[in-house]
C-alpha cells in the first residue's frame, strides 16, 4: 500500500440549506470545522504529497470561513474541489474563480425545477444552481481559468423515466462529467422494479446517444444491468469488478470529519456501518500520525481484502475508480485520481 492517499474529503460541516428527502444531514451537528485545524491539514496534505483536497459538507459553501479557506488555496500546488448542492455558486463565483478550486461537484436531481425542487425540498434549488454553473462558465470563457463542473444525480422514482433529458441541460451548462448514484436503503424515493426497468432503458439510450454522436460527455456507468445489481440482486462489489481482489480505494481515498473528529479510508464508509474502518478522536492530531499508525495501516490492509465482498455501499464511480487503480497499479508513483472522479 502506498503510504498517503491521493485524495482526501475534508468535511467543513454538516449544516445545510436544502432538506432531500434521502438526506438528513440539515438534522445534525449545526457545527462548523476550525478553520486553522482545516489550515493546517493542507499544510501538512502538500508535504506528504496528497493530490487533491475535496471539501464537503453538509453545504460547503455554507463554511462559515469560506472566503479565507478558499482564499488559502491559492498559494497551495496541489488540486481542490468542492461539493455542492449550487445555491450560492453564484454569490461566491468570484471568489470561487479566483481560487485554486479547479473542479465542482454539482447535486442536481432533474433538469426540471419543479421535480428536483421536491426532491431536495428547497424551493428556486436548481434555478440557483443552473444560473450559478452559467455565471462561472461565463465569467471563465475567455481567460486561462477554467472551471470543471460534474453533476452527481441519485437515480430514484423521481427522475427514473426521463434521465435522457438530462443530456441537453448538461450541454447547456458545458457538464462533461455526470456520475449517477443507486438509491440505497429503504429509501421514499426508492424504485420498484418496472421503474427500474424503464431506467436500465433510459441509460441505454444515454451510452448509446455519447457513441452514435460522439458527445463530450463521460457517464461513470457502463452497464445499466450493473448499477442495479446490487438493489435487483444484493450484488456485492466483487462480482462488478472484473475479478479484482482487493479495494485499493481504502489506502487512495481518505474521508475525515474535520467538525467530529474522525477519519476514514474511502469517502464512501464513514456513515456505513463499517465501524472498525473509523478513526475517532483525531482533532489536532497530525494527520501523517493518524493515518500511519500500525495499528489503524493493518485495518485498512484487512479491509481492503474483505471489502469486495463485504461492502454494499460501494458507488458506480468508486468501483470504475478501484479498476482505475488496479490497471495503472495502486503501488505505483502513478496514483492520481482521475478527472472523472
Not at 449544516?15 to 462548523?32: G, L, P, W
Not at 464512501?268 to 463499517?274: H, I, P
Not at 463485504?310 to 479498476?323: M, S, Y
Request: charged share 25%; with cysteine.
Amino acid at each position: 500500500m502506498t503510504d498517503y492517499p491521493s485524495m482526501v474529503y475534508v468535511r467543513l460541516l454538516q449544516k445545510c440549506n436544502a432538506r432531500c428527502v434521502m438526506c438528513d444531514s440539515y438534522t445534525k451537528n449545526q457545527e462548523s470545522a476550525r478553520l486553522d485545524y482545516v489550515t493546517n491539514l493542507i499544510d501538512e496534505f502538500e508535504g506528504l504529497g496528497v493530490n487533491e483536497v475535496r471539501f464537503t459538507g453538509g453545504e460547503t459553501l455554507m463554511y462559515k470561513h469560506l472566503g479565507p479557506l478558499l482564499e488559502f488555496t491559492r498559494g497551495k500546488r496541489m488540486k481542490f474541489s468542492l461539493i455542492t448542492n449550487g445555491t450560492a455558486l453564484r454569490k461566491f463565483s468570484e471568489a470561487l474563480i479566483a481560487s485554486k478550486i479547479g473542479k465542482i461537484i454539482c447535486s442536481i436531481d432533474s433538469p426540471y425545477p419543479a421535480i428536483h425542487n421536491e426532491v431536495r425540498k428547497t424551493r428556486s434549488l436548481l434555478e440557483h444552481a443552473s444560473a450559478g454553473i452559467k455565471t462561472i462558465n461565463d465569467k471563465t470563457a475567455n481567460g486561462e481559468r477554467a472551471m470543471q463542473f460534474v453533476v452527481n444525480t441519485v437515480v430514484s422514482s423521481e427522475n427514473y423515466y426521463h434521465l435522457r433529458d438530462f443530456v441537453p441541460f448538461l450541454h447547456e451548462h458545458h457538464v462533461r462529467y455526470w456520475n449517477l448514484i443507486p438509491i440505497h436503503g429503504e429509501q421514499p424515493i426508492r424504485m420498484n422494479r418496472a421503474q427500474i426497468d424503464v431506467a436500465i432503458r433510459e441509460i441505454d439510450y444515454i451510452l448509446s446517444r455519447i457513441q452514435r454522436e460522439a458527445l463530450d460527455l463521460t457517464l461513470n456507468v457502463s452497464d445499466p444491468l450493473d448499477f442495479f445489481s446490487t438493489a435487483i440482486r444484493g450484488t456485492k462489489p466483487a462480482e462488478l469488478t472484473g475479478g479484482l481482489k482487493r479495494c485499493h480505494v481504502v489506502s487512495q481515498v481518505a474521508f475525515i470529519d474535520a467538525v467530529n473528529g474522525k477519519l476514514t479510508g474511502c469517502n464512501d464508509l464513514m456513515y456505513s456501518g463499517f465501524d472498525e474502518m473509523i478513526v475517532g478522536d483525531i482533532l489536532d492530531k497530525p494527520f501523517r500520525e493518524v493515518w500511519g499508525n500500525d495499528a489503524f495501516r493493518l485495518t485498512r490492509e484487512r479491509f481492503s481484502c474483505q471489502a469486495l465482498h463485504r461492502c454494499d455501499r460501494c458507488e458506480p464511480t468508486n468501483i470504475k475508480l478501484n479498476k482505475h487503480l488496479e490497471r495503472v497499479g495502486a503501488e505505483t508513483n502513478d496514483r492520481k485520481v482521475p478527472i472523472w472522479f
